[in-house]
């Protein structure tokens, strides 16, 4: 199927445990970026992608690692999850990076740090 | 720096309702662009509409308006005869002609009640 895959959609896990967001687009997109949302705060920037191998930091990175090896995929990992990192995590792309882009969102994965 | 206010948190209207989703914005480049998403409860981010800076004309489709005013730094959302269906967060987001599409600034969004 066309369009952004993230998995898992829902998760649970430990502090202190390793966790990967899975995130897959379909439309060779150049650009890709991992956003956290939470309430009250909007949708805020954790990390993007403007091809493979180029990642930088967005708002939040802190705690956060990404990767990307292959232009279709952008992993999210939280090395040591945190309870203030229970969130909704969205993976987005845009096929450039100007300003007029339009951002394409995956589902969402919610993810809960006990 | 940009900004992006949504001032209402909450919007709760009955059905049938016109309800108008305020967003006001800051920014400092000269061209610029103005998104509206729509969060329905199942959760995924639906891109509603863009704008650009230089074009001020009010845009309408089907129950859906938008209210463009350079000189009050204002995009507000429209939706006449409201339908349950419309129940949502709606975001307003700002981004700058150079600014990286996924570096958007987003208001921290409206959320829409409607009442059957």
């Known amino acids: 199927d066309a369009g952004i895959t993230q998995s898992p959609r829902y998760k649970i896990t430990e502090t202190g445990r390793q966790v990967t967001l899975m995130c897959h687009q379909t439309w060779s997109h150049s650009y890709m970026f991992w956003y956290r949302q939470d309430l009250g705060h909007g949708l805020r920037l954790i990390y993007y992608?403007?091809?493979?191998?180029?990642?930088d930091k967005g708002e939040v990175p802190d705690g956060y690692v990404v990767s990307r090896s292959k232009t279709e995929n952008f992993p999210l990992t939280l090395e040591s999850a945190t309870r203030s990192q229970t969130s909704v995590y969205f993976c987005a792309s845009s096929e450039y990076s100007s300003g007029a882009n339009v951002l394409t969102f995956g589902a969402g994965s919610r993810l809960t740090v006990l | 720096a940009q900004k992006v206010t949504q001032a209402q948190t909450e919007i709760s209207v009955v059905e049938k309702e016109d309800v108008t989703l305020d967003c006001v914005y800051e920014t400092r480049d000269t061209t610029y662009y103005l998104f509206w998403y729509k969060q329905p409860p199942s959760g995924e981010l639906v891109f509603l509409i863009r704008?650009?800076?230089?074009?001020?004309q009010n845009e309408i489709s089907g129950r859906y308006s938008w209210n463009f005013q350079k000189s009050t730094s204002s995009f507000n959302f429209t939706i006449t005869a409201s339908q349950v269906v419309d129940s949502a967060v709606y975001f307003c987001a700002l981004s700058g002609l150079n600014t990286n599409a996924g570096k958007s600034t987003f208001g921290d969004g409206t959320t829409l009640t409607v009442k059957p």
């Open positions: 704008r650009n800076s230089f074009d001020e």
């Open positions: 992608s403007a091809a493979a191998d180029i990642t």
